[in-house]
Each structure stands twice: as C-alpha cells, then as structure tokens.
C-alpha cells in the first residue's frame, strides 16, 4: 500500500542554519506529494506540492523537488528562523483513490 | 477556495457516551475524509465518506465505532461511539475541491 517516511525528529537548529528534512514514499501509480506545517496550538497548512515528477513545489522559502527516481520529496530551506519551529508533515496523495496520506511528522526547533 | 465549517471546536466528554462533529462546505466537493490525530502524533486517516453509501473505512477503523453519515456534497458527520479516554484525539475533515486538498480547524475531543 501506500505509506510515508519522514526522517524522526526532533531537528533542533541555530537560526540562519540550512534545514533538510528527509521525506520518501511507497506508491502505485503517479501521487501527487505535499509538505504540511503545524505551527504550537494552530491546524495543519498547506506549505508546498509538487503533483508530477521533476515538479518543485516552494512557498515561503522552502523548497522540494518530487523524485520519481528515488522516490523522496525531500524538505529544504537555506536559512531558517525561530518562527519556523513547527511540527512538519510530508503527505502523498493517491492518484486512484485521492486519499491523502501522511508521514509520521518531524519537530523543528529553531533557536535563536 | 472551499471553506469548511467543523464543529464543535473542542468538547469534554464522559466514558461510555457518544459525540457527533460535523463538517459543513460551503460548495459541493467530490470527496471527503475524516481523520485522526492523537496527542503527538501524525493524521491517520479513518475513512472515506462516500455520498449516498456507506463510508469506506481504512484498516483498524470499523463502521460500529465510527459512524458515518455523508447525506449530501457538502455535509458529513462523524460519530465516536461509547467513548473511552483511548479516543481523546484531535478530529478533521478534510475535502477535495477543484483538486485541491481542504482540512477543517479540527474537533479536540478529551474523554474522562
């Protein structure tokens, strides 16, 4: 079936640190891949997708780039900041049955 | 964008009764989820809720614990049944409009 794996957390970083977090998938068929945010006390949002291979989804200065050949949508930003310290979510969505699926969740902690 | 209405935003409840959240879109969606996320952890999808038919579960969820009614394209309800403090979670729905992915704000449930 389909599943999800995001490198375990927590990722604790010095602000201005260059952040990757690991994402891969199993899937059949051509999903379309997402990065969620969770900031303390807030619900899921939408951060970037990406929906075909070689597409890369940014917003914000976050950056993936779908990867049929190693199947990983891997998370980068160059330079973070203490407002990024959420929790974060990378996603598949089937292509057959629209289901969106979800990683386990990595914690970013940003220090100043 | 579609505007998803959930409620109620958060409830207390005792062991042994019952709680029904609603989900209300302000247009007519092709598909709707309900999902789960317990203390600490990712979203685990429950079901599918299907318009006109019953709801198609996902592995560990079953119709007896989970009731769900889905009478039209933009209502659905989702049951937690003879509660136990187990089922203390946060509760979604979740809508695809216009191919793209919409979560409401979430029913924090915390049972005694």
């Known amino acids: 079936g389909n599943s999800v794996t995001q490198m375990e957390g927590p990722v604790t970083l010095s602000e201005e640190a260059f952040l990757t977090i690991n994402c891969t998938y199993t899937?059949?068929?051509?999903?379309?891949l997402f990065w969620y945010v969770q900031y303390p006390g807030e619900g899921l949002q939408l951060l970037l997708k990406?929906?075909?291979?070689?597409d890369k989804g940014s917003n914000k200065g976050f950056e993936a780039t779908y990867r049929k050949e190693t199947t990983s949508f891997h998370l980068e930003k160059g330079s973070v900041q203490v407002s990024d310290s959420a929790v974060y979510f990378c996603?598949?969505?089937?292509?057959?049955?629209?289901?969106?699926?979800f990683g386990q969740g990595t914690t970013l902690q940003v220090k100043p | 964008s579609a505007v998803i209405s959930q409620k109620p935003s958060r409830d207390i409840c005792q062991r042994g009764t019952s709680l029904t959240i609603q989900c209300q879109v302000d247009?007519?969606?092709?598909?709707m989820f309900w999902y789960r996320q317990q203390p600490g952890q990712s979203l685990t999808l429950i079901a599918t809720?299907?318009?006109?038919?019953?709801?198609?579960?996902e592995s560990g969820f079953v119709i007896d614990k989970f009731p769900i009614s889905r009478p039209n394209l933009t209502f659905s309800t989702l049951t937690v049944s003879n509660m136990s403090p187990e089922d203390s979670s946060i509760y979604l729905c979740?809508?695809?409009?216009?191919?793209?992915?919409?979560f409401g704000s979430g029913t924090q449930l915390s049972v005694l």
């Open positions: 979740s809508v695809v409009g216009n191919e793209k992915l919409f």
């Open positions: 899937a059949t068929g051509y999903p379309s």
């Open positions: 990406a929906t075909k291979a070689d």
């Open positions: 996603a598949l969505r089937s292509s057959n049955t629209g289901k969106l699926i």
């Open positions: 247009s007519q969606v092709t598909m």
């Open positions: 809720a299907n318009q006109g038919s019953e709801a198609t579960y």
